[in-house]
């Protein structure tokens, strides 16, 4: 037995209204313009460097760092002529003089204030 309120209908019933949910708001818009960095490519330390104005940290390079470099610099030394037998420390040298020129000339100074 239907009540008058239960009729039979073909249309579909339509859901409750739901409370309206909150505007998205974009996390780019809620950041200042004076803050607001590219995104790409940052690195960590710049972003660091942009927001507070202190320059990054000096450049560190471990010994083993060092080494890892002068290795991977021998190396290409050793390819550019042909893997030739008789000349390893003569790339290994050259590989530690280019290195040494590189790491010298971006070392940053602390700024002292």
Do not use: C, N
Not at 47 to 60: C, D, K
Not at 84 to 112: F, K, N, Y
């Amino acid at each position: 037995m239907l009540l008058e309120e239960e009729t039979p209908s073909s249309a579909p019933r339509k859901a409750p209204a739901s409370p309206a949910a909150p505007a998205a708001v974009s996390p780019a818009a809620s950041v200042p313009a004076a803050v607001a960095m590219p995104a790409w490519p940052l690195h960590p330390r710049d972003a660091i460097a942009r927001t507070t104005g202190w320059p990054p940290p000096p450049l560190v390079v471990t010994p083993l760092m060092r080494h890892r470099m002068i290795a991977e610099a021998a190396y290409f030394e050793a390819e550019h002529r042909g893997f030739a037998p008789g000349r390893e420390l003569d790339d290994w040298l050259e590989g530690e003089r280019q290195i040494d020129a590189w790491l010298a000339s971006h070392q940053r100074t602390p700024v002292r204030g």
